[in-house]
């Protein structure tokens, strides 16, 4: 199995304030993924970096991807209310077009 | 944007009746779907892999027989879950990877939430 885990599983921050949220994985992949959910919703992709790149940037998130210690993280700069979701990172399996499976995700509450 | 829609939204039945959710992708083609299973607080489970034209492969403990899977055509996908149980009360989420290069992308249906009486 890819599982791996997202820590912290609940982070609680004040409107303006960064939240970062880390994810471990277990195998090789071709990309990682993280994605946003908001209650009782499907998911929003919201960025893809690939294995042999570090870094990624898409308006106020900053992804890195550090491929010697299976870990990524996923910066939101400046919350805001409407940031509250659940957030996930999903492995993209190695080897082409395989199932991307997800990690068990971080609860983000951005109090106003 | 690729957009995927799930339908219904929300569904409730008695025990021991069939209730089909349909995903479609509205504005591309999808010759692969996946559906996923979400408990409360949970990560989402992938059930199985749709694939247009031939049978879906379904993952490990994941009952063939109780969730039919099938991908007629290049924009639906249907799961139907058959003789429904309260144990199968969950929502369902699907998702189909994006067109041409968003290919390593899956864009996901809004979600069915089923309640099993």
């Known amino acids: 199995s890819q599982q791996g885990e997202e820590d912290p599983q609940a982070l609680s921050i004040q409107e303006g304030e960064n939240a970062t949220m880390n994810c471990s994985y277990k195998?090789?992949?071709?990309?990682l993924q993280w994605y946003r959910q908001n209650s009782g919703r499907g998911l929003v992709h919201l960025i893809l970096?690939?294995?042999?790149?570090r870094e990624k940037h898409s308006g106020r998130l900053r992804v890195t991807l550090d491929t010697s210690k299976k870990s990524s993280s996923l910066l939101i700069t400046a919350s805001r209310a409407a940031d509250t979701a659940s957030y996930f990172c999903?492995?993209?399996?190695?080897?082409?077009?395989?199932?991307?499976?997800f990690g068990i995700g971080t609860k983000l509450q951005v109090i106003p | 944007g690729a957009v995927v829609s799930q339908h219904p939204s929300w569904v409730i039945c008695k025990s021991g009746t069939s209730v089909k959710i349909e995903c479609r992708s509205l504005?591309?083609?999808?010759?692969?779907m996946f559906w996923y299973r979400q408990f409360p607080k949970q990560s989402l489970m992938l059930m199985a892999t749709?694939?247009?034209?031939?049978?879906?492969?379904?993952e490990q403990g994941v009952e063939k027989d109780k969730f039919l899977i099938n991908h007629a055509s290049l924009t639906l996908s249907t799961l139907t879950v058959t003789s429904a149980h309260p144990e199968d009360s969950s929502f369902y989420i699907c998702?189909?990877?994006?067109?041409?290069?968003?290919?390593?992308?899956?864009?996901f249906g809004s979600g069915t939430q089923l309640s099993v009486l």
């Open positions: 998702s189909a990877r994006g067109p041409g290069q968003g290919r390593e992308k899956l864009f």
């Open positions: 195998t090789s992949i071709n990309n």
């Open positions: 970096i690939r294995s042999n790149e």
């Open positions: 999903a492995r993209g399996g190695s080897g082409g077009y395989q199932k991307v499976t």
């Open positions: 504005d591309f083609q999808a010759t692969t």
């Open positions: 749709s694939n247009e034209g031939s049978k879906a492969t379904y």
